[in-house]
């Protein structure tokens, strides 16, 4: 069984920078892709970003695009979100998933248990 462990999150002033780091562990990690989501109080889980593991292609919502990048060390069985540029509405839970590396919450297989992100002066 594949676990997924974030960490990196915090409290950053607007403006500021954080950087994500999803571990995986256990079973055959061989994964499609891997993405990034997050979900604001009261909200619905949005997606941010997706990484194909294999050949590394990229892709970004549009409302964090140019400002976060996701990338994988496939030796680490890892990827990192780094976020750039913060602002307030970036605030909520992050979670990395395992699965086919999409903007839908129903091709992932695997999540991780969210690591809190707070924007805020």
């Known amino acids: 069984q594949v676990q997924l462990v974030e960490s990196g999150g915090g409290l950053v002033q607007p403006g500021g920078s954080l950087r994500l780091s999803c571990a995986a562990s256990g079973g055959s990690f061989n994964p499609y892709g891997m993405g990034w989501f997050r979900q604001a109080p009261g909200k619905e889980r949005e997606w941010v970003a997706a990484i194909a593991w294999s050949a590394g292609t990229t892709f970004y919502a549009d409302s964090i695009k140019d400002r976060f990048t996701i990338s994988r060390d496939s030796a680490k069985n890892t990827v990192y979100l780094e976020m750039n540029d913060l602002k307030p509405e970036d605030t909520a839970v992050y979670f990395c998933?395992?699965?086919?590396?999409?903007?839908?919450?129903?091709?992932?297989?695997?999540w991780g248990q969210g690591t809190q992100v707070t924007v805020s002066s």
């Open positions: 998933a395992a699965g086919i590396p999409s903007l839908r919450v129903n091709d992932y297989n695997y």
